[in-house]
């Protein structure tokens, strides 16, 4: 059984910065592509930080570039967002995704999420 699980999510003021992670079970980690993704309350969900499966090569968001990075360590089958300088805007739910296309099929795993708040 696949579980993405991520922790690190909490309450920060402007300006701070917060480390989300997630830990994945029950997959062949490295062979997956990681992204986060975040949705706030009346809002779509949005993509926010992709990687590669062997990390090589990342993408972001304009809304959160040079102030999120995305990282993954393939030992510990678990994906990092490290996010700076914080914006009220930021807040949301911060769920990551593993996705594998191999041939055919596509493999799409989805965690729970972890809330992020931004506020004085």
């Known amino acids: 059984q696949v579980q993405l699980v991520e922790s690190g999510g909490g309450l920060v003021q402007p300006g701070g910065s917060l480390r989300l992670s997630c830990a994945a079970s029950?997959?062949?980690?490295?062979?997956?592509?990681m992204s986060w993704y975040r949705q706030a309350p009346g809002k779509e969900r949005e993509l926010v930080a992709s990687i590669t499966s062997a990390g090589g090569s990342t993408n972001y968001a304009d809304s959160v570039k040079g102030r999120f990075t995305i990282s993954r360590d393939n030992a510990k089958n678990t994906v990092y967002l490290q996010m700076n300088s914080l914006k009220p805007e930021d807040t949301a739910v911060y769920c990551c995704?593993?996705?594998?296309?191999?041939?055919?099929?596509?493999?799409?795993?989805w965690g729970q999420g972890t809330q992020v708040t931004v506020s004085s």
């Open positions: 029950g997959l062949t980690f490295r062979s997956y592509a």
């Open positions: 995704n593993a996705n594998l296309a191999a041939g055919w099929n596509e493999y799409d795993y």
